[in-house]
Nanobody, 116 residues
Framework: QVHLVESGGGLVQPGGSLRLSCAASGSTFSIYAMGWYRQAPGKQRELVARIGSGGSTNYADSVKGRFTISRDNAKKTVYLQMNSLKPEDTAVYLC??????????WGQGTQVTVSS
């Protein structure tokens, strides 16, 4: 089992930045693929970014060039740096972990609100 705890969400003005963190329990963090999803009211859950156990990354087209996912295996933490934020980025952001082809483990989510 793995337990995920997100932090770093909040209220920010358009054009601003936030960094989300996801701290993981367990002894096998380094072999997990990690990702960030977001869920906005009335909208489909969207995979925002993912990072593999080897460090490869993928991004949704809507955030490419603005968001950066990274991981620190020694600290068992994954990050999402969000720059040039837009109102349409407003959502609950959820951290997810996967060991190979096994089931997903989800964090509780953290709210990001981009508004004037």
């Amino acid at each position: 089992q793995v337990h995920l705890v997100e932090s770093g969400g909040g209220l920010v003005q358009p054009g601003g930045s936030l960094r989300l963190s996801c701290a993981a329990s367990g002894s096998t963090f380094s072999i997990y693929a990690m990702g960030w999803y977001r869920q906005a009211p009335g909208k489909q859950r969207e995979l925002v970014a993912r990072i593999g156990s080897g460090g490869s990354t993928n991004y949704a087209d809507s955030v490419k060039g603005r968001f950066t996912i990274s991981r620190d295996n020694a600290k068992k933490t994954v990050y999402l740096q969000m720059n040039s934020l837009k109102p349409e980025d407003t959502a609950v952001y959820l951290c997810v972990a996967q060991d190979g082809g096994g089931p997903y483990y989800w964090g509780q989510g953290t709210q990001v609100t981009v508004s004037s």
